[in-house]
Structure formats: C-alpha cells, structure tokens
C-alpha cells in the first residue's frame, strides 16, 4: 500500500450571525474541535453596507456604533458561555469581531490563523434560495483552497457514515483525505457513477444492445478498478469502507445513496477537470448543496 501524507485542520474557523442555522454550524465546530483538540475561532462580521446604511441615517455621533459593538460583543460572549456549558472539555475558544464583507472577512480569518477548516451554517428547507447558492458559501469557495463544511443538521454526535462520490478527478481524489480528517472514525461509503461514453450517439449509430452491454460492463470494471487503486491509495482497511458503483445521472445517485446508506456527512469536490473550473463549482457539487438533507463538505483542495 501507498502511503498519503495526512491532511492537518490546524484550526477550525466558525462564522456565526446569531441564526439558528449558524448555532447549528456553532455546534458542530464545537465537536470537531473539541474531539480532536483544535483551536476554534467564532467569527462575527458586521457586514460593511449596514454599517454604511446606518451612518447614513444616524446622526454623527458614534454612540449608536458603540452600543452596536456592546451589543454583538455581549451576544457573542453568550455564544461561547452556551458552547463552553454543552460541550464542555479541553476548548480552545477565541472570538472575532470583524467589519466588512462577510466572503473577505472569513477567508481572511482562515488565513490568520492557518485553519483547515471553516464551517458555516444553511437556512431554510432548501439551500439554493439562501446561503449556499450564488452567495456566502459559493464566492467562499471560489477564494479559498480550505475545505467548507455546511452544516443543515442538529449536532447529536460525531459522523458516523459519510458519503464520498468520486469522479476520479484531482479534486475528488483530495475529497477523502479530507473526510478522513474531518470524520477519522467515520465508515466511508465509497462511490462512483459510470456511464457508457457516448452512449446515445452508440445507439444512434444502431449498436446492438448486447454490444452496449458489453461497454457497460466494462465501464463498470474500469470504475471498479479505479475505486480499488483508490483504497491503495489512501490505505483503507476492509471495516473502514464501502465501494459502490451506480449507473447514470451523478447528482440523483448521490442524493439516494446518502439516504439509503443512512450516511450524515456528503464528501465531495468541485467535480471539475477543466481548468477554467478552478474558482467554480460544478453542476454536480452545486445541485448536492442545493438538495442534500446532509450536512455537506466540498473539498477545495486537489492534487497536482
């Protein structure tokens, strides 16, 4: 077996904005960071443009800005009493106060202090009208290379069974190294949806459907061989994964394996090859942010 070097989180950024949402993502920082003893750091980003809009409306005194920042100091503090009392242990807390635009702010704190993880939370029944699509969470994505973990569940305990689709691609290759160093005691379910290339211009060209049967099985050994060249890779044992080969449209798979598989954390990468997808998202990672009922972490990083 081959040996790959170990993905370090150094630290674990959180932003908050005092949503329920964001008390989840709160939470489950908290674990992370509490059962592999990392520092956690809270952040709270005034957004520039209410401060700009206040001012605008407020006369000049700064007393209002000054009852403002007692205000988010005081909230925040009640953040880290609340976290301290229902996790408890050996936690390194610090919290941020920051003003300006939020992507700026928390890729900046990321990189203050060399974190390999930050963490948000997601609104609402469906992502792609909130948080996630087009906004915070995306443009996050675009301007850092420190995988993003989104959370949508309550915290009840560390992840147990996490989902990891892979399109053999330098970005999912990198998406289990970081499973294995955000969830290290999770089973990982291992999977891959293969196609016959070119099969509708095949049947087009009027191939017998024993002849399509025969690629099919092919790309089904070939996807199979490369999963297998991936446990060598990353030198997983026999209990600590699960292979499985789907046929067909990526993004529907996904979402049932993580349902049928009772998985709680989706793994995966940008799903890109192309080089003009470096600060983008591909459709398959961005329709698994939007409709996942899981807590969803894309890796950014790659290898090559």
């Known amino acids: 077996m081959t040996t790959r070097t170990k993905i370090d989180l150094n630290a674990i950024v959180v932003a908050t904005d005092f949503s329920s949402a964001a008390r989840r993502a709160a939470d489950r920082a908290t674990l992370i960071a509490r059962d592999q003893s990392l520092p956690l750091h809270l952040l709270h980003v005034v957004h520039g443009n209410l401060l700009d809009d206040m001012k605008a409306w407020l006369d000049n005194s700064n007393l209002w800005q000054v009852r403002m920042s007692q205000q988010t100091r005081k ?18 807390l610090l919290t941020h106060i920051a003003e300006g635009q939020p992507v700026s702010e928390i890729c900046e704190q990321a990189e203050a202090v060399d974190a390999g993880l930050v963490v948000v939370g997601v609104r609402g029944t469906n992502p792609l009208h909130h948080l996630l699509i087009g906004t915070t969470s995306e443009r996050l994505m675009g301007k850092t290379n420190v995988p993003l973990l989104a959370v949508r569940t309550e915290v009840g305990a560390p ?97 049932m394996q993580a349902g049928e598989r009772a998985c709680d954390l989706i793994v995966i990468g940008k799903h890109g090859r192309q080089a003009a997808e470096e600060l983008l998202l591909g459709s398959v990672t961005r329709h698994v942010l939007a409709e996942a009922e899981v807590d969803v972490l894309v890796s950014t990083h790659h290898d090559g």
């Open 75 to 92: 909230r925040l503090d009640d953040e880290v009493v609340r976290l301290l009392g229902e996790q408890g242990g050996d936690l390194i």
């Open 159 to 255: 992840y147990r069974r996490v989902l990891v689709p892979l399109d053999f691609s330098r970005w999912s290759e990198q998406a289990v190294d970081v499973a294995r160093a955000v969830a290290p005691g999770a089973h990982l379910v291992l999977m891959h949806s293969f196609s016959i290339p070119f099969e509708e211009k095949l049947r087009f060209a009027g191939v017998d459907d024993a002849t399509l049967s025969h690629y099919r099985e092919r790309a089904r050994q070939d996807a199979r061989d490369h999963l297998e060249a991936l446990v060598d890779r990353h030198s997983l044992l026999p209990d600590q994964f699960t292979l499985s080969l789907t046929e067909g449209d990526a993004p529907m798979h996904i979402l």
